[in-house]
C-alpha cells in the first residue's frame, strides 16, 4: 500500500461541501419519505397564523393603535415561528441521530462536527420556510395582509431570527449530546424562555427597566423592535439591525463552540457508541 | 515491504476510576486479519471505539496506517470503514438511501456502481428500496456490512460481524469478507465470540481479560500452547482462570 502523504486535509480548517450536502441529503431523505412530517412543519405556523389573524382582526377594530398597524401582530407571529422552527430544525435534526444510533456511523466517517452543525443550520432554513411560507401566503386572502409587502427589511428580520434560532439548537444540541437522551424535552423547551425577553408581542419598553438591558443582548429582541417600527411607521432602523446582527455572531459562535465542546466531551466518555433509544 | 496497519502502544482508558483499558500493546500488520477475544467486558469494543478515535483514550499512542490516530484521524478515517451491533443506520431511511448517504461521506467515487457491486456481492438487492428499520436483524447486518465496504476501506473494523445471521449466511459472510481482504489485501481487525469463525479467518488472535492482553499469536499456536483441540476451549481456560501446565501468557 502507498504511503500517507500529508494533505490540506489534515489541517482543522478542512471544510467539505460535498459531506455537508451528503448530511443535508440525509435529512432530505427523511423529510422525502413522510408527508406527515412535511405538514406537520407547516400546521403549527398556520395555526397560530389564524389565532392571531383573528385577534389581530378583533384589535384593529377596537383600538387605535392597532388600527395604526394593522396586520403587526401577523408579523409578530410569523417571524416568532421563524425562530422558532429553525431552533427546533437544528434540534430535532441532531435527536433523529441519536434515536436512530447513528452517531458512532457518523463520527467514524471522514465528517467532521462542525461540517454537520452547518449542515443542521442548512436543513433548518429548508424546515423554517416550508413551514411559514405557507402560513404567510395563507394570510394574504385570509386577512388581506401580506408580510412580504415589508419588502428588504423582511429578510434580513428573518435572517437574523433563523440564525438566532439556530444559534440555541446547536448549543441545546450539545447540551442534550452532553446530558443524553434524558434531557431531550430541552430542544422544545430553551427557546421559550427566551421569548418573553424577545417582546414579540409588545415592545421592550414594556419590561420592567431592569429586564430592559437584558432584552437587549439578544438578537430578536432588535429585530421585534425593528419588525414593528417597519410595519407601524414604515422605516428600518439600521441601529437594531447591527445589533442584532453583531450580538448574532456571537451567539452563533457560542452555540458552535458548546457543540463543539460536548462533542469532545463525548468522545473523552464514550457516547458516540452508546447513545440511543 | 509489508508494514504495520495498527500499532497500539500502552494503551490505557479510564472512566472515572475503573480502568477499561489498562496499557494495552499490540500490532496488526497490513492485509492480516486479527482477532480480538474475549469474554464481555474485556474491551475489545472500547479498543475498537479508540482505533476509530470515537474514544480519546487516557493515554497511550496509537497509529493506523501509519498515521497519528490521536492527532490526526481525519486522514486516516477516509481509508478505514467499521461494522457495529452498537451503532444502526437510520431507521426511516430506505437502505439505498442509507447507503448513497455514506457513499457520499466517504467520498466514493461513483457512489450508484459502488451499490450495486456491492448489492450483488451481498445479496441485498431486494432491500434497497425497503426502510432500514423494517429489516431483519440479519437484513440489517448485511446492510451494515455493505455499508462497511462502500470505501473498499484497507482497515475494516468489524465488531460481532455476524453475530444476528444464520449459519448459512454467517457462512457466506465470512467467504466474501475472506475475498475482500484477499482481493483488496485489506487488514481486518475482527472482534468476536465466535470461535469457529476466528479460528477460521484469523493469522493472529489477541485474547483480552479485563481490559488488558493475556496472551496471542496465531491459532493454530495458541491450540497447540493451551493443549486444546479449539479455540473455544482455550477461550473458556483464559476467562475461567484456568492454569494450563507449559502455557505462557504474555505478562503486561
Redesign the interface.
Known sequence: ?Q??K??H??RGY?F?P??V???V??YF??LR??LPRIIELSYWPTMQMLIWGFMSQFLYEHSEWFFRAGGILIAAVLLWDVMFRSNIGVSISFL??MW?????????????PYEWACALLMISGIRTLIGVVPAALLAIPLYHYSIFEMGLPLIAFFMNLLIFGAAVGLAVSGLVLRCGLGAESLAWAVIFAVAPLSGIYYPISTLPDWLQPIAYSLPSAHVFEGMRAAARDGVFLFDRFVWSVSLNMGYLALGMAAFLWAFRVA????Q???M?E | MVEIAIKVENLTKKFGDVVAIKSLSFDAREGEIVGLLGGNGAGKTTTISMILGLLIPTSGTLEVLGTDMLRHRYRVLPRINFSSPYVDLPKRLTSRENLMVYAKLYGVASPQDRLSELAAGLAIDELLNRPFGELSSGQKTRVSLAKSLLNEPELLLLDEPTASLDPDTADWVRTYLKDFQKKRGATILLASHNMAEVERLCDHVVMMKRGRIVDRASPAVLLEKYGRATLEEVFLDIVRDRSIPGAQQVAH
Open positions: 500500500m504511503a500517507i500529508p494533505s486535509a489534515d478542512y467539505s460535498r459531506r450536502g451528503a448530511m441529503l440525509r431523505y427523511l419519505g413522510s433523529e441521530e436512530s444510533r447513528n452517531l458512532g456511523q457518523l463520527f467514524a466517517s471522514p465528517l467532521r468522545r473523552h466518555r464514550g458516540l457508541l452508546q440511543g
